[in-house]
């Protein structure tokens, strides 16, 4: 075709975006939005390997062209994440966008990828070279900053592969079926013996990346509820003290009493 | 250089143009098919919704390059369907329609969600309808006529 690739391997794939200067497409809702002149896109569609969720010990492989309604159609993929990726905008756009191109996109309020953050889930990426497997953290180094080679392809999302019982998503945003999130907030919380075992905390809050505090969290690892309780009020201004929001489209103000009253509400619900 | 091979409305097409550009605008300017309205070109409001694949999708965030090998359906292609029909009849009945801008859009969404939920309640159709953006009618007589649809067109969907 004049002006594009169409692939139907990965390998194919991989060679020309080594071979030549080209834009990765994927559902083109983000690309398209943009209206970038002057470039020729690398179309993935037709990658039926990119395409794919699977399950293995460790981890729910999700692969970059996974559609959002695909994923909420899969009973492979875990709750938290169906609650996020089901308020993305509307069907038409559900029905295209990607978790590649969430991820591709470098965006600091993409939903899909703040599950990824509080999950600990890694990115799994390709080049002729071979493979490099990423923390999720560190592929999203700064608003529309990734850590992406010129010739590599995002592959697919490993999420660790847990029961993920315990946990809260919010998104607060404006019109439902086009919000972009103001703030979103997930949490996973789990007990064993009485003590807390996992506390993760992760936010969008327009803060130029996504935020979460593992030394704060780690405060509250090994301690019982009550324990936890005693020190609520020290864990939230800690929080407090961390979040540091500049002007957005919403006030900053507003985004971190949004986000202190998500991590609260997280806590208590949890019996903390 | 191979051309861009899709089934529109039916038939067989070839596109030699460049495989950056926007399906809105090729299906409009190319094919002439102007049911397919541009209303934001920033997939938010719905007006530029055709189906691919049977699936609903906003042709402004679509570039041609991706529809290779894919069928694309516009209103004008929907038109000759007994489901089209249910529809329209059902829309006339709660004069659900007023300038018409969104229709195209809104009915093809309509058809999209009956196709996964062929008795859908309210919030369901609101769901399958909330990319479709309506200046006129304030909605509730457009869902209203897809409640009675689903319910006229039984065993369509
Ligand atoms: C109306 C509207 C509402 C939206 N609402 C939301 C929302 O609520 N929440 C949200 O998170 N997002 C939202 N988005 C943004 C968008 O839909 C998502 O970011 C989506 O996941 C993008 O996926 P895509 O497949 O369409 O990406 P594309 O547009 O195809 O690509 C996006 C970027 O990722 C790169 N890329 C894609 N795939 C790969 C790959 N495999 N390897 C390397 N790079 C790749 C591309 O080069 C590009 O830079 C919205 C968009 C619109 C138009
Ligand atoms: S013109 Fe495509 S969604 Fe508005
Ligand atoms: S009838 Fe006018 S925009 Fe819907």
Known sequence: MVGGYAPATLEKALRIRAEETVVPYAGGTD???????????????????????KVDKDYIHIGALVTFTQAINDDKVPQIMKDAI??????AIRNAGT???????????????????????????????GERIVNVEDFCITRR??????????????????????YIYQKVGGRNSLAISHVAFAGL??????????????????????????????????????????????????????????AGRVSAEYRKTVSLNLLRDFLTWFGV | MYAIKFILNGEQTEYTGNAGDRLLDVLRDTYSLKSVKCGCKEGECGA????????????????????????????????????????????????????????PGMILASHATLLLNPHPSEDEIREGLSGNICRCTGYNAIVKAVKKASEEGDGLW
């Open chain 1, 31 to 53: 690309l398209m939005v943009q209206n970038r002149k002057n470039v020729e896109y690398l179309f993935l569609n037709k990658i039926a390997e990119l395409k794919q969720i």
């Open chain 1, 86 to 91: 089901s308020k993305i905008a509307a069907p």
């Open chain 1, 99 to 129: 978790f590649g191109g969430n991820l591709g996109n470098g965006s600091d309020k993409a939903d899909s990828v703040l599950i990824e953050f509080a999950v600990d889930a890694k990115v799994r990426l390709m080049s002729l070279k």
């Open chain 1, 145 to 166: 900053k990734i850590d992406l080679k010129d010739d590599e392809l995002i592959v697919e999302v490993l999420l660790p592969n847990k029961p993920y019982k315990n």
């Open chain 1, 189 to 246: 919380f789990e007990e064993k013996d009485g003590k807390i075992q996992e506390f993760s905390a992760a936010f969008i809050a327009d803060a130029g990346r996504f935020l979460r505090f593992k030394d704060i969290e780690q405060t509250l690892i090994g301690k019982s509820k009550k324990e936890a309780k005693n020190l609520k009020d020290k864990v939230i201004k800690a929080y407090s003290d961390k979040i540091v929001l500049t």
């Open chain 2, 48 to 103: 530029c919704a055709v189906l691919i694949d049977n699936t609903l999708i906003n042709s402004c965030c679509v570039a041609m390059g991706a529809v290779d090998e894919k069928s694309i359906v516009t209103m004008e292609g929907f038109k000759k369907t007994p489901q089209f029909k249910v529809l329209s009849d059902a829309m006339a009945d709660f004069s659900a329609v007023q300038c018409g801008f969104c229709i």
